[in-house]
C-alpha cells in the first residue's frame, strides 16, 4: 500500500527553526510537494523536490532523499504567522498526490 | 483573478438528501480535482478530471459523480447524502505544465450530514 508519515503535531520557539519530517511508500515516485494550511483555510504550494538534495526558498527549504524515501521541511526564524498544518504529498506513478495527515505545528511566544 | 472559487461555503443536508457543489477555476488550468479532508487523515482524491469532457474516479469515488461540461467548472454531486460524507471538501486545479504539477485549491465547503 501506499503511506505517507509525518508527526501529528510539533511545537516551536518564535524566532527558532523547526524541522518537520515526512517518510513516504508509494507506488512509484515523481517528486515531493509541501503545502501549508491555515486553520480554515486552503492548502498553499510550498515546495517541490525530485531529486535528492536541499531546496532553499527564502525562510523555508526542503530537503529530498529518495533512497531512504524520506524528506523534511526546514523552518527558520520561526513567526507567529508559521502557526498551521505542513502536509507532505507524494505524486506517484499515475501522477496523482498521495498526501500525508499533516504535521499541526504551534509557535509559541 | 479570482483563482478557485467553491460554492457553497457551507451546507447542513438531512441523510438522503442530493447537493451539487460547485468549483470554478479561471486560470484556464486542464486539469481538476475534488477532494475531501477528514480530521487525522490525509486529503484522499474523490474524483479528477484531465480536461473538458473527462472524468476518472480517485481513490475514495463511492456515492459521489461529477462532471465537466466545460473547461473552468467541476461539479461534484451527492445523490443521496450519508453522515459518512460529513467533511470538508476541497476542489483544485492545476495546469499540468512542467516542471511540476502545482495543484491551486479553492477554499473549501464544509458539509455537515444529520
Known amino acids: 500500500g501506499q503511506n505517507i508519515d509525518q508527526p501529528t503535531e510539533m511545537t516551536a520557539t518564535e524566532g527558532a527553526i523547526v524541522q518537520i519530517n515526512c517518510t513516504y511508500q508509494t507506488s512509484g515516485f515523481n517528486g515531493l510537494f509541501w503545502y501549508q494550511q491555515h486553520a480554515g483555510e486552503a492548502p498553499t504550494f510550498l515546495s517541490y523536490n525530485v531529486l535528492d538534495g536541499l531546496e532553499e526558498k527564502g525562510r523555508f527549504s526542503s530537503f529530498l532523499s529518495r533512497s531512504k524515501g524520506y524528506s523534511y521541511l526546514l523552518l527558520k526564524e520561526l513567526q507567529m504567522k508559521d502557526s498551521a498544518s505542513y502536509l507532505c504529498a507524494v505524486e506517484d506513478s499515475n501522477y496523482q498526490l498521495i498526501w500525508g495527515a499533516g504535521t499541526k505545528l504551534i509557535i509559541k511566544p | ?114
Request: with cysteine; proline share 5%; hydrophobic share 30%.
Open chain 2, 1 to 114: 483573478n479570482a483563482g478557485v472559487t467553491q460554492t457553497p461555503k457551507f451546507r447542513v443536508l438531512k441523510t438522503g438528501q442530493s447537493m451539487t457543489l460547485l468549483c470554478a477555476q479561471d486560470m484556464n488550468h486542464e486539469y481538476m480535482y475534488w477532494y475531501r479532508q477528514d480530521p487525522g487523515m490525509g486529503l484522499r482524491l474523490i474524483h479528477y478530471s484531465v480536461g473538458e469532457g473527462t472524468t476518472a474516479k480517485g481513490e475514495v469515488p463511492d456515492g459521489y459523480n461529477v462532471s465537466r461540461l466545460k473547461k473552468q467548472n467541476f461539479l461534484l454531486g451527492l445523490e443521496s447524502a450519508a453522515p459518512s460524507q460529513t467533511s470538508v471538501y476541497f476542489c483544485a486545479s492545476s495546469s499540468g505544465a512542467e516542471p511540476y504539477n502545482e495543484q491551486f485549491f479553492g477554499p473549501g465547503t464544509r458539509l455537515t450530514v444529520l
